[in-house]
């Protein structure tokens, strides 16, 4: 695999563009995350999941050469929704046009490049639910029964007695009273699908990642699957999409927000559109593990559509081992994080911060001495050191083709971030280890412009590797690099304030 890393951007796609013409079909990649609720302002373990689909997104599209949609977007029907716009005094939709407005604006703060942002109030979205809901329908999986349930509105999740802590509350909400209902409501015949998903499941054993997951989900599905609601009354909640045929009702909001990921596609009206990039890859939580990897697999295969391709689970990150809360002071928002390294830093903070799947903990001052070893005085440090070099050499260094690591590459194909930033820090050292071992200052004369040169593409292989997780910075690195004199560069990352 080439990549022809031409420094001017605008070029290089016009290169890539053309490279394409001549082949018939490039390869399609569709990769989302999940919708945040829009009640609360984005919080960094979102931060993790967007920058980590930012990254797939651009390795795919810019080392794989491959055309890429990268979805996100925001859920706001629900009932924690409609009652926070309440107690804020604002009509919803207004509401809901505020919040959305705040997690479009992670595209700024982080560099995210998403191709797609979908708002599942958007009238083309609920269109799509609402086709969604007929095919299921039309298959027989859809019914109507009186029932009692315990209700978390934190979750918006019905809990089963097996879901409660010890006092018989919600482990993740356990200051929020559960609600005990009585109603009527439609309901989605779950576990007729329990052959099917776990079939699926054994012949695609990498279809949830990490694997401690893919163990979890299985185990769940085996012990038999609950058929769950999926209506509420409009009378109570007014704020969701109707039940096709039947205004007393309003879907759940997972149903109609899980159809998101494929209404981005234009499903159903593009069929082919859709079928090009469906199945996609999924992002998600380890709180969202049921419902990306078996509730919405199931959906799918009742409207008689492909399950998704892979579902990738992130952990929780907790702050110096405690959970992160308003209450606690200790939470370590993404634009704190920005304000103090910089957009560029902190994707990689957050990329390097443990295997994805993890649990995670951080601290500031963890996060500090990761930024000064490994970006001041690692990639920052030894791009300044070798421009200086070049700068004072005076030669002029070819530009030649450079190729990026095939380990590296192997590595993201196999959604292995850490081992991508791994290889990073090494390969970092390993430029490091050369130029100490060579030691170019101690030389003249061709001697010194063949040590450099060899470092110079060093670092513009680096810079390419650098592409996914930190687009900007690769950047810098290779327009300074691929100049004809090469010349002393600013810092890259300045150090942290005392
Ligand atoms: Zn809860």
């Not at 859809?142 to 009692?148: A, H, P, R, V």
């Not at 450079?402 to 970092?428: M, N």
Request: net charge negative.
């Amino acid at each position: 695999m080439h990549l022809f890393f031409n420094y001017d951007w605008a070029l290089e796609k016009t290169v890539i563009l053309q490279y394409n013409t001549r082949r018939t079909m490039k390869e399609k990649y569709y990769i989302t995350t999940t919708l945040p609720y829009v009640n609360a302002e984005p919080h960094i373990g979102f931060a993790l999941e967007i920058v980590a689909a930012d990254m797939m997104a651009r390795f795919h599209r810019d080392i794989l050469n491959e055309e890429v949609i990268f979805n996100t977007g925001t859920d706001e029907h629900g009932q924690k929704i409609h009652q926070k716009a309440e107690e804020a005094g604002a009509d919803t939709q207004v509401y809901v046009d505020e919040y959305a407005e705040k997690f479009s604006g992670l595209r700024d703060l982080l560099r995210i490049d998403y191709t797609h942002f979908i708002r599942t109030t958007n009238p083309e979205h609920k269109k799509a639910a609402q086709e969604f809901w007929k095919r299921c329908e039309a298959k027989g999986d859809i019914y109507k029964k009186m029932y009692k349930l315990s209700y978390c509105i934190g979750c918006e999740l019905e809990k089963q007695s097996s879901d409660l802590d010890e006092n018989g509350r919600c482990p993740l909400h356990p200051n929020k009273d559960l609600e005990i209902r009585e109603e009527e409501n439609y309901f989605f015949a779950f576990s007729k699908y329990q052959d099917a998903l776990l079939a699926h499941y054994a012949t695609h054993p990498d279809f949830v990642e990490p694997e401690s997951k893919m163990k979890e989900i299985t185990a769940f599905v085996a012990r038999g699957l609950k058929d769950f609601s999926i209506s509420r009354l409009s009378s109570k909640m007014p704020w969701g999409i109707p039940v096709p045929g039947d205004e007393e009702h309003v879907m759940y909001v997972w149903f109609d927000a899980l159809v998101n990921y494929i209404s981005t596609l234009g499903w159903p009206n593009d069929t082919q559109h859709f079928e090009a990039y469906w199945p996609g890859v999924q992002l998600a939580g380890k709180d969202n593990l049921r419902q990306q990897a078996a509730m919405w697999q199931a959906m799918l295969a009742s409207a008689e559509l492909p399950f998704s391709k892979k579902i990738l689970i992130n952990g929780f990150i907790s702050v110096d081992g405690q959970k992160m809360s308003k209450s606690l002071g200790n939470v370590i928002s993404p634009s704190e994080m920005v304000n103090r390294y910089g957009s560029e830093a902190t994707r990689f903070l957050l990329m390097e911060l443990g295997p994805f799947g993890t649990d995670m903990d951080v601290t500031w001052e963890k996060l500090d001495t990761t930024y000064t070893a490994l970006l001041s005085n690692g990639i920052g440090n030894v791009c300044s050191r070798v421009a200086k070099m070049c700068e004072k050499n005076g030669s002029e260094f070819i530009v030649n083709e450079i190729e990026v690591p095939q380990e590296y590459s192997t590595a993201l194909s196999k959604y292995d971030i850490s081992r991508a930033i791994r290889i990073i820090t090494e390969y970092v050292s390993d430029i490091d280890l050369y130029l100490s071992e060579n030691q170019p200052w101690t030389k003249t004369g061709d001697d010194q412009t063949a040590l450099l040169q060899t470092s110079v593409e060093r670092i513009r292989t680096l810079a390419a590797m650098l592409v996914p997780v930190m687009p900007g910075t690769a950047q810098s690195i290779s327009d300074l690099y691929t100049q004809t004199h090469i010349v002393a560069l600013d810092p890259l990352f300045p150090r942290l304030p005392k």
